[in-house]
């Protein structure tokens, strides 16, 4: 068959039935719309997880309680009792690559100022700790070395608290109460948005943290010792000081496994980066199974078009069409009805990744790499689903067909 | 050189335990520039025959030559070859295109050329085709703008568009009435004349006559092979359409002198009921 009129015959059979092509392209619309929105967004949560794992600070290393496997990364949530605030503190005195060590404590309270009261997550740090977190104050000042040896009931307050309890007012020298104990508020600490799981980071009171062990948590034993090392080289060094340090400090035997666990910034990286790529693959999953939907609508639509259109492909055939011709014809029509509802996908994809980024402060990529994916795969979707219509078309006997009313 | 070699051409449908021998051993040959017209009761083998001649269909028995070569052992796509280059059809229910313009509907046969036409070379075809059936004026008329006798006109432009050797026309005029179908017959007279050899199928004598031969089969056989000579069709139409205008005339004085109907005869010309142009509209 002339090659140029394959297209030209097949975008007029299209044009024959506006509606039903419309509705048709539709699921294809969908589907590549769906698949588009959902890389776009997973994308854009590894990119924020990058970021995020970024702004946790320079040269950081997590030490966790207990053994803990690769990918069962939860932070703060260690269920074994091995790590001490002496452990930090030897770490930092005993390690010349350590900078700092901060024994970490984790409680939910309710913090009180006036009549207003606002359930916050309080951190009890070590004085370096905002040193480690790269995180700068907005005003006030840091709790200081003293302030961790005495005890100090002193406070630094994130955005989130100074909003929901100040009502955005200047708090410092005010004081709260939690469970009745008086923290004056010293410093406020400069905004850093949301994290990894969606949860505002800006929502946390820290405290010194001998505060927070004695007079807050009840607990004795760190959750997490926050580690900074002197610079990117001597990571691996001070990996292996403080494992040797805590094991002797432990009084594990050679043939003992040991009873914490180091991440470095790369490795928490590793696995969130990991996380949110399965996330991904997941979301695009569910979005390629309603493009394989809409495949199926495609083919039911060309069949049913075949069946009306059977004495055309009767007509076709007694004035010479061959079988090819009549196949290609009918698989060009579907293909050209996927790429329709290719392009319309794209647009739709764009349109919904920009809503939904913008809803929910989430950053949304729209790759090139997913549009060209989206196009192939509708394409594919038009030759596989379009096949068996067209072949059915093609092996037509042309008496037969002529004769169908 | 015969244009078409029938020998001992026999074609027995298989529908489950059943057999029917449509066609049980036809010997036929038709000349250069004949118009043979192929008569029979219904049954008798007549379309199965033309599908045969046609190259729709492969007989189960028989030699076949067409324009010297030997097609009954043909495949399907080579067949597909002989029909776009050789031969060219007209059927009685026309078989055009739906939403497609008269002028595209005669340029499909050259889409399937072998030797691939440029669109300004299909394009002037197509017009040149629809100049000789008289419808240079309705290029790009839609099937459903055009009568009965048009749509066949545009099925025998699209017929003629390749430059057939054979043109195979089952019933063509079944779906017409008297006066079109006269049209229709002498368009093909014409084509006849111009050296076009001619198959034609029907089962009405009026138009049997004007065929120079005329072949009758019953079950399966020819029953009788015949040469005449043929009316003219434009003769006929001259002067059946004087008769029939007189008739018209005489039938509606008289319908009207005795009251049966209120308007004077002018009223046939006056434009369709409101009521019934909105309903042809949405029967579309
Ligand atoms: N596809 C088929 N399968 C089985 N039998 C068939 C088939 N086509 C035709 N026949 C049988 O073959 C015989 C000849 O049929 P054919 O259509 O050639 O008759 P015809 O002369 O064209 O009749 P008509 O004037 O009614 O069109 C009939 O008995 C018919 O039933
Ligand atoms: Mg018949």
Redesign the interface.
Known sequence: MKLSAVPYSAIKALRRNTMRTILTAFGIIIGVAAVITMVGLGQGAGAEVEEQVNRLGQNVMLIFPGERQLGGVSIGGGSANTLTVEDAIALREEIPEVVAASPEVRSQRVVVYGNRNWHTPIYGQSADYLQIRDWPLESGRMFDEEDVGRASLVAVVGQTVVQELFEGADPIGETVRVRGLPLEVIGVLSPKGMSLMGSVQDDLMIIPYTTGFQRVSGRSHAMVINVQVYSEETMDVARAKITDLLRERHGLAPDQENDFTIQTQEEVAQIATETSRVMTWLLASIAGISLFVGGIGIMNVMLVSVTERTREVGLRLAVGARSPDVLMQFLIESVILCLLGGIGGILLGYFATETIANYAGWPAFFSLEAMVVAVGVSAAVGVFFGFYPAWKASRLDPIMALRQE | MHVLQLEGIERTYRTGALEVKALRGIDLTVDEAEFVAIMGPSGSGKSTLM?LL?C??SPSAGRYLLDGGDVARLK??EL??I???ILG?V?QSF?L????TARENVE??????ES??S?KE?REAASEALDIVGLGDRMEHMPNELSGGQKQRVAIA?ALV?QPRVLLADEPTGNLDTRTSLEIIDLIQRLNDDGLTILMVTHEPEIARYAERVIILRDGLIRSDRRRTPERARERIEAWGDDVEDALDEALQEATSHGDIDAPPASVADPVPEEVGIEQETGR
């Open positions: 599908n046609g729709l269909d399907r796509d597909a070859r029909r776009n280059e059809f059927f078989h295109l739906p939403r497609t499909l046969p050259l889409l399937y050329r691939q036409l669109w299909i699209r390749t």
